[in-house]
């Protein structure tokens, strides 16, 4: 469902914005964010102001392009000791008080800042399966299914692997109802990936540019390495003899390489149904 910038997240952006950026790094920001239209006329607060009132008359995701906007405040380093000015007191760190604000009227609006800009309403993936979220396309839930694996990367690794590799599995299997196909008997990652990438045509031999046949071939033996992966280092299966020494460097890895699998597959199941 379509969910609007609340007003009270509208006020603290006009106030708190032009304290810190500029006309031009304003220009900037709204652009990179994909906020619709020429930049509006008149002071800083007012430009801010007016401008997400129109991400959210106009916008088809006005969430998506909130996370854009305050990506860079929110994903500031903690800072533990103060800064002092030349004159010895307690200098205020502007960006840093409005990271907290920001955090404060998020929480009060039952919104989450989701590291990589992705704002989630509270109320999407934990209310929806993600077998609704992929069948509704909606990429910033599923963004952050995988935001939740990366915030178990340094605490719980092997969670965080078979997370990821349960994501792409949903989606293979979402694939194959919705496109009628044969569920394979055995329906583990490899498995149902064969069945996928067979419909969508990902055969390296296909194509004729020799570097995307490289790339291609790269991504089968990727989406056969994370299975593997989750078979032999995951949560998801019992320790054998053989005790993976899993570092969260190798459960990173392992989650951006299934997200990038699992943006490519989306979008080539969209562009085909859009050419049907």
Not at 218 to 223: A, P, Q, R
Request: net charge negative; proline share 6%.
């Amino acid at each position: 469902m379509r969910k609007e910038i609340p007003t009270p997240v509208i006020a603290v952006l006009s106030e708190n914005m032009p304290a810190i950026e500029t006309h031009a790094s304003l220009d900037n920001l709204f652009s990179y964010a994909e906020a619709p239209g020429e930049p509006p006329d008149g002071s800083k607060p007012v430009k801010v102001q007016a401008w997400l009132r129109r991400v959210n008359k106009e916008s088809k995701h006005p969430l998506v392009v909130l996370g854009r906007i305050i990506e860079g405040y929110m994903e500031l380093p903690d800072l533990e000791d103060d800064t002092f000015s030349w004159l010895g007191a307690p200098a205020v760190d502007v960006k840093k008080e409005f990271k907290t604000k920001l955090e404060a009227i998020l929480s009060r609006c039952n919104l989450t800042y989701l590291s990589g800009g992705i704002i989630s309403d509270g109320s999407s993936a934990p209310s929806r399966s993600l077998a609704e979220l992929i069948k509704g396309r909606d990429i910033p839930s599923i963004d952050a299914e995988f935001n939740r694996a990366l915030s178990n990367v340094n605490s719980e690794p092997r969670e965080a692997v078979s997370a990821a590799c349960n994501i792409l599995e949903s989606i293979f299997k979402t694939y194959i109802a919705d496109e009628k196909l044969e569920m394979p008997q055995k329906q583990d990652l490899q498995n149902v990936w064969k069945i996928v990438r067979s419909d969508l045509g990902f055969d390296p031999g296909a194509l004729e540019d020799h570097d995307l046949k490289k790339i291609l071939s790269g991504v089968l033996s990727v989406v056969d390495g994370i299975g593997a992966f989750r078979t032999h280092a995951s949560s998801a299966h019992g320790q054998g003899r053989k005790i993976y020494n899993l570092k969260p460097r190798h459960a990173r890895l392992a989650i951006h390489s299934a997200h990038t699998i699992a943006l490519f597959v989306l979008e080539t199941w969209d562009e085909r149904k859009s050419q049907k």
